[in-house]
């Protein structure tokens, strides 16, 4: 697609608009016009009451325009918002025209919805003014911004100054049984990969003694510490124990405590009760048990190799244990669901009464089966109608939303919302998605976040260090040297913490 902007807008902005109404949509740089080839005109005009906006689409034979109007006022004042708000509300006009969406989310773009809430809250507004300033402004469905302020809301309980003195720890099993055709990861379930499994677990060992000596160096407080995947529980019982052994072991080194301790055990084919007991008696407070859907042909459709009865042992199983928490992911919109068997699943699982249900929306990874197939409808209106019927059951029921985030090529531009009972939020979620602290993670494909305290207008800094992306790069690495990746997040801690621990 080719971009034409006149006036002070990013060129990113403006592709995010693009992708909107044309999801997937690329900006190589230098196209040359063409037939097939999507164009936009973006223009500005600014004078001192408020900034002027017009907007041309070409996608094929069809041209649109759209023209918008913002005060200076808006969007809290801030004269980029102002800006980006022009430009938005005429590109939806055009937008909506061209394709005949009409985006809840308006022209609200961004990974984290509830930030503008946030702001907005920090600024003094009510949530009723709140919630009524993110639909004038950005043009969203009147729920979509209650939403927004709720979670926002929900964040700021959990997020206190204590906790953003200290750390949370990320481990990565990037191994799984099968491959879901949703998804990109193709070579991580191999049968070559999956062998490497013992060695890599000898690498990630070494991986977790050094991160958790870098804690210890600095003297940090551990908040919460996350397994994920992958599919951690594609271990053995004997590789689990051997794994939350040597974690355990560096948790009592370092006299912590953490709030929460989450295992992501995925597939419900991967859980039994050596493996349950064997979590619970290390410690870990929170697991996940992720359907997807209750659909034994959806289940069939995205390559997942548990029907609805494993699903039930499995939750069983971990319900059982004595856990404290337990979380079950759900997907909208997937190939094949309709809004009957959608309701089906979610009523299903918020009928077993767990803590935590996470409401994701269809995404589609680039390299993807789905993706290559296209299976993917941007517009779908069963996604749509899905989430509305989850959030409105899941309330009912007593959850209440306190984590949102959003992705690229997701169906209706929706979101993917986390919702809990009163109490059993899932914190390493929001300190990860809010970059409430900083974040050491070991394993491969893991980063490790460095997330500085606020400065006073309440920006913070961000340093990452990125582990190799696949297990027999990471391995590689660990064979050549270890230590080497040890010092340099030795070095960066020290830099980060080494006066009054990021401040």
Same mark, same amino acid.
């Given at each position: 697609?080719? &971009? %034409?902007?006149?006036?002070?807008? #990013?060129?990113?902005?403006?592709?995010?608009?693009?992708?909107?109404?044309?999801?997937?949509?690329?900006?190589?740089?230098?196209?040359?016009?063409?037939?097939? @080839?999507?164009?936009?005109?973006?223009?500005?005009?600014?004078?001192?009451?408020?900034?002027?906006?017009?907007?041309?689409?070409?996608?094929?034979?069809?041209?649109?325009?759209?023209?918008?109007?913002?005060?200076?006022?808006?969007?809290?004042?801030?004269?980029?918002?102002?800006?980006?708000?022009?430009?938005?509300?005429?590109?939806?006009?055009?937008?909506?025209?061209?394709?005949?969406?009409?985006?809840?989310?308006?022209?609200? $773009?961004?990974?984290?919805?509830?930030?503008?809430?946030?702001?907005?809250?920090?600024?003094? !507004?009510?949530?009723?003014?709140?919630?009524?300033?993110?639909?004038?402004? !950005?043009?969203?469905?009147?729920?979509?911004?209650?939403?927004? $302020?709720?979670?926002?809301?929900?964040?700021?309980?959990?997020?206190?100054?204590?906790?953003?003195?200290?750390?949370?720890?990320?481990?990565?099993?990037?191994?799984?049984?099968?491959?879901?055709?949703?998804?990109?990861?193709?070579?991580?379930?191999?049968?070559?990969?999956?062998?490497?499994?013992?060695?890599?677990?000898?690498?990630?060992?070494?991986?977790? /003694?050094?991160?958790?000596?870098?804690?210890?160096?600095?003297?940090?407080?551990?908040?919460?510490?996350?397994? +994920?995947?992958?599919?951690?529980?594609?271990?053995?019982? =004997?590789?689990?124990?051997?794994?939350?052994?040597?974690?355990?072991?560096?948790?009592? #080194?370092?006299?912590?405590?953490?709030?929460?301790?989450?295992?992501?055990?995925?597939?419900?084919?991967?859980?039994?009760?050596?493996?349950?007991?064997?979590?619970? *008696?290390?410690?870990?407070?929170?697991?996940?048990?992720?359907?997807?859907?209750?659909?034994? /042909?959806?289940?069939?459709?995205?390559?997942?190799?548990?029907?609805?009865?494993?699903?039930?042992?499995?939750?069983?199983?971990?319900?059982?244990?004595?856990?404290?928490?337990?979380?079950?992911?759900?997907?909208?919109?997937?190939?094949?669901?309709?809004?009957?068997?959608?309701?089906? $699943?979610?009523?299903?699982?918020?009928? &077993?009464?767990?803590?935590?249900?996470?409401? %994701?929306?269809?995404?589609?990874?680039?390299?993807?089966?789905?993706?290559?197939?296209?299976?993917?409808?941007?517009?779908?209106?069963?996604?749509?109608?899905?989430?509305?019927?989850?959030?409105?059951?899941?309330?009912?029921?007593?959850? &209440?939303?306190? !984590?949102?985030?959003?992705?690229?090529?997701?169906?209706?531009?929706?979101?993917?919302?986390? !919702?809990?009972?009163?109490?059993?939020? +899932?914190?390493?979620?929001?300190?990860?998605?809010?970059?409430? %602290?900083? @974040?050491? =993670?070991?394993?491969?494909?893991?980063?490790?976040?460095?997330?500085?305290?606020?400065?006073?207008?309440?920006?913070? *800094?961000?340093?990452? &260090?990125?582990?190799?992306?696949?297990?027999?790069?990471?391995?590689?690495?660990?064979?050549?040297? =270890?230590?080497? *990746?040890?010092?340099?997040?030795?070095?960066?801690?020290?830099?980060?913490?080494?006066?009054?621990?990021?401040?």
């Amino acid at each position: 697609m080719i &971009l %034409h902007i006149n006036g002070a807008l #990013k060129p990113y902005y403006v592709q995010t608009l693009c992708m909107i109404f044309l999801p997937g949509v690329k900006f190589p740089e230098g196209e040359e016009p063409g037939e097939d @080839i999507p164009e936009a005109w973006v223009a500005l005009n600014e004078d001192g009451t408020g900034v002027s906006a017009s907007v041309r689409l070409k996608a094929g034979d069809r041209e649109t325009r759209g023209e918008a109007r913002t005060a200076w006022g808006a969007g809290n004042g801030d004269p980029d918002r102002v800006r980006k708000l022009a430009a938005g509300e005429a590109f939806l006009a055009a937008g909506e025209v061209l394709t005949g969406i009409r985006p809840p989310w308006g022209i609200m $773009t961004g990974v984290r919805p509830a930030k503008v809430a946030t702001e907005l809250l920090g600024a003094g !507004y009510t949530p009723g003014d709140c919630a009524d300033a993110i639909r004038r402004d !950005y043009l969203t469905e009147p729920g979509k911004a209650r939403l927004a $302020t709720d979670v926002s809301l929900a964040e700021s309980r959990l997020i206190t100054p204590e906790i953003r003195k200290q750390v949370s720890v990320y481990i990565g099993i990037p191994f799984c049984p099968t491959r879901c055709a949703y998804c990109s990861f193709v070579s991580y379930t191999s049968p070559g990969l999956l062998k490497l499994i013992p060695e890599y677990l000898d690498a990630l060992a070494n991986d977790v /003694d050094g991160v958790f000596s870098v804690i210890r160096e600095n003297g940090l407080e551990i908040a919460s510490v996350y397994i +994920g995947g992958g599919t951690p529980t594609v271990l053995s019982a =004997a590789q689990l124990d051997s794994l939350l052994s040597k974690i355990g072991e560096n948790l009592e #080194k370092a006299g912590a405590s953490p709030r929460e301790y989450t295992l992501e055990a995925g597939r419900p084919d991967t859980i039994d009760a050596e493996k349950m007991a064997s979590a619970v *008696r290390h410690g870990v407070t929170r697991v996940s048990v992720n359907p997807q859907s209750l659909s034994p /042909d959806v289940l069939r459709a995205i390559g997942r190799a548990h029907t609805p009865e494993m699903f039930f042992d499995a939750y069983r199983i971990a319900r059982d244990s004595g856990v404290r928490d337990i979380n079950v992911d759900l997907i909208a919109g997937l190939p094949g669901d309709t809004e009957e068997t959608f309701r089906e $699943t979610l009523d299903g699982v918020a009928a &077993l009464d767990p803590e935590n249900v996470t409401v %994701h929306t269809f995404s589609v990874k680039k390299s993807s089966e789905f993706r290559a197939e296209g299976r993917f409808e941007p517009e779908s209106l069963t996604a749509a109608r899905s989430v509305d019927y989850a959030e409105g059951a899941l309330r009912g029921a007593g959850y &209440l939303p306190y !984590y949102m985030y959003r992705q690229k090529n997701t169906v209706g531009n929706l979101e993917n919302v986390g !919702y809990a009972k009163p109490g059993h939020e +899932g914190l390493y979620n929001v300190y990860m998605m809010e970059e409430v %602290h900083s @974040i050491l =993670a070991s394993g491969a494909h893991a980063v490790t976040k460095f997330v500085s305290l606020p400065a006073p207008d309440g920006s913070v *800094r961000i340093e990452r &260090l990125f582990q190799p992306k696949y297990p027999y790069e990471y391995l590689r690495e660990y064979r050549e040297g =270890a230590g080497a *990746r040890l010092a340099a997040l030795r070095e960066a801690a020290r830099g980060f913490f080494g006066k009054g621990k990021g401040e």
